[in-house]
């Protein structure tokens, strides 16, 4: 009876895993972020889930910029500069979600 309820489990603890493996930006998440725009990300679910988003969106544009790859990795890192200046917005939240969502768009162009 107890190998059952063993077999019966481990799907839901292997969803369980998966899906808590799906969390969290796409960085890591320390006491000591670079920015506490990073911070803001972090702590939201809703951030995360677009910085994910972003990371698959531009190693998906990464893989097909062929010659064009240094100036997308150049124009990523301003981007990121710019996204972490909304620590200065009054609703920081809204301004990295529009950032985010602004650079999404031009990726997938």
Sequence with gaps: MHSFIRAALL?????????HAQTGPSFKC????????ETLICG???????DRQ??????????KAGSQ????KAEQR?????RNDCWKADDKQACIRDSYKQR???LQQ
């Design 44 to 50: 939201s679910e809703a951030l995360s889930a677009l």
């Design 11 to 19: 799907p839901v603890a292997i969803f369980a895993i998966s899906a």
């Design 54 to 63: 972003m990371a698959s969106t531009y190693n998906t544009a990464l893989k």
């Design 30 to 37: 320390s006491a000591n972020m670079a920015s506490s725009v």
């Design 104 to 106: 999404l768009v031009e």
């Design 69 to 72: 790859a240094k100036m997308l």
């Design 78 to 82: 301003g981007w990121i500069k710019g």
